[in-house]
């Protein structure tokens, strides 16, 4: 699920799609293969270069666990949910293809981390896959059941990614319907995340975003709030998590 936009693309992987003949091992091809060794690779010190990313993305994962009060809410939360995170089980920094930045492999439960990619996005890559990993575990997630999928893409995108602030910024919001330009955002990043992993229709993918929208895009456990960009909004996030029963 996901997006092929410049600014997140994250994916999730579908559990097992039955009406996709597309091969998504494509996206992530460190997941269910072992990696080609070639004799180039070795000659140009490809192999290390790609350790040298994963410590980098690593380091970079354990930065955000330790001080983003967004990704330490989204522990606290799964935790509270009884699904606990275990870095070295549950989070993989590995080389992807280049149009994502992330993925949620709901076999594994396991988020992926594009170390290729992510670099400066590893904290709204960790936050979006672990709301899907948050509703898989807590709202039996089925990525077979486009509802589903719309739905999880849509509370991601709405928590996460657009911003109030950002579509000021870019001129595109008045005050007066800055409101529906948040929704509008939501919406197409949630469709374009869907298409980027089901094998369906533009107007099916828009069919079941609107089906679901109003119910999902006003759900926002467990983070709570809309988080603007250059705010305390994750902060407050974090600080009000106890009341809700989310304690790290
Ligand atoms: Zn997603």
């Not at 936009?5 to 996709?20: M, V, W, Y």
């Not at 998504?24 to 140009?44: C, E, H, M, T």
């Not at 992993?197 to 099916?204: F, I, K, R, Y």
């Given at each position: ?67 983003s009060p967004l990704v330490k809410l989204m522990?606290a939360a ?46 709204s890559?960790?936050v979006h896959?672990m709301v899907?990993?948050f ?19 849509i509370r991601a995108a709405n928590m996460c990614h657009c911003s109030f602030l950002g ?11 800055i409101k529906?330009?948040h929704k509008?955002?939501v ?29 999902c895009y006003n759900d926002l456990e467990p983070i709570g709030r809309r988080i603007r960009r250059n705010s305390e909004d994750m902060k407050k996030a974090y600080l009000e998590a106890p009341l809700y029963?989310y304690?790290?």
């Open positions: 699920m996901t997006v092929h936009s410049e600014e997140n693309n994250e994916q999730s992987i579908p559990k097992k799609c039955d009406n996709t003949d597309t091969d998504y091992s494509d996206l992530y091809p460190g997941r269910r293969q072992a990696p080609v060794r070639n004799w180039f690779d070795k000659i140009f010190f490809m192999e290390k270069y790609d350790e040298i990313q994963r410590t980098k993305c690593e380091f970079n994962v354990y930065n955000c666990i330790q001080n522990m799964l935790k509270s949910s009884g699904c606990e995170i275990d870095l070295s089980r549950h989070i993989s920094c590995e080389v992807c293809d280049k149009s994502v930045t992330g993925g949620y492999d709901p076999q594994l439960n396991q988020i992926i981390i594009c170390q290729n990619a992510a670099q400066s996005r590893v904290q890559s960790l896959e899907h990993m509703d898989y575990c807590r709202n039996h997630l089925d990525l077979t059941n486009l509802d589903h999928l719309a739905c999880t893409e579509a000021c910024s870019q001129g595109i919001a008045s005050p007066i319907h529906e330009v509008e955002c919406a197409n990043k949630a469709i374009k995340s869907i298409l980027a992993v089901q094998n369906v229709s533009e107007e099916e993918a828009k069919e079941s975003v609107s089906r679901v929208f109003n119910r029963g304690i790290d």
